[in-house]
C-alpha cells in the first residue's frame, strides 16, 4: 500500500518551465515502479511518462519527449516530473501512479495506485 501526493502544478505561459514532484508515503518506494498520466476533461487518461523502482529504465509519449524528464529520487520517496517548453496543449491535470509490478509502462490498468492530480495550465 502507497498513498501518491503531487504537487508543483500552476498557470505558466507557453514555453515557460514546471517541475512537479509525487510524493509517496511509506518506507518502500524504492519496490514500486512510477508513472505520470494526464487528463483533460471529455478526454482519455494518457500516459506521459514512466520509470522503473531503480530509476534506469524510462518511457516518454512522444508528444513530451525530449521536452519533459521524469527522475525519482529513493531517499527522499519521490518522483519528478520536469516540464520544459510548455506548450498550451499540454494543459491537463497530471496524476501520479504507482505499481509494484511492471507490466506495461503506458497503460493505465497497469498502476494500482494513483494520486489525486495537480493542475498545469499553460496559456499562449
Known amino acids: 500500500q502507497v498513498q501518491l501526493v503531487e504537487s508543483g502544478g500552476g498557470l505558466v505561459q507557453a514555453g515557460d518551465s514546471l517541475r512537479l514532484s509525487c510524493a509517496a508515503s511509506g518506507r518502500t518506494f524504492s519496490n514500486y515502479h512510477m508513472g505520470w498520466f494526464r487528463q483533460t476533461p471529455g478526454k482519455e487518461r494518457e500516459f506521459v511518462a514512466g520509470i522503473n523502482r531503480s530509476g534506469g529504465r524510462l518511457s516518454y509519449a512522444d508528444s513530451v519527449k525530449g521536452r519533459f524528464t521524469i527522475s525519482r529520487d529513493n531517499a527522499k520517496n519521490t518522483v519528478y516530473l520536469q516540464m520544459n517548453n510548455l506548450k498550451p496543449e499540454d494543459t491537463a491535470v497530471y496524476y501520479c501512479?504507482?505499481?509494484?509490478?511492471?507490466?506495461?509502462?503506458?497503460?493505465?490498468?497497469?498502476?494500482?495506485?494513483w494520486g489525486q492530480g495537480t493542475q498545469v495550465t499553460v496559456s499562449s
Open positions: 501512479a504507482a505499481t509494484e509490478r511492471l507490466l506495461s509502462f503506458r497503460s493505465i490498468s497497469a498502476y494500482d495506485y
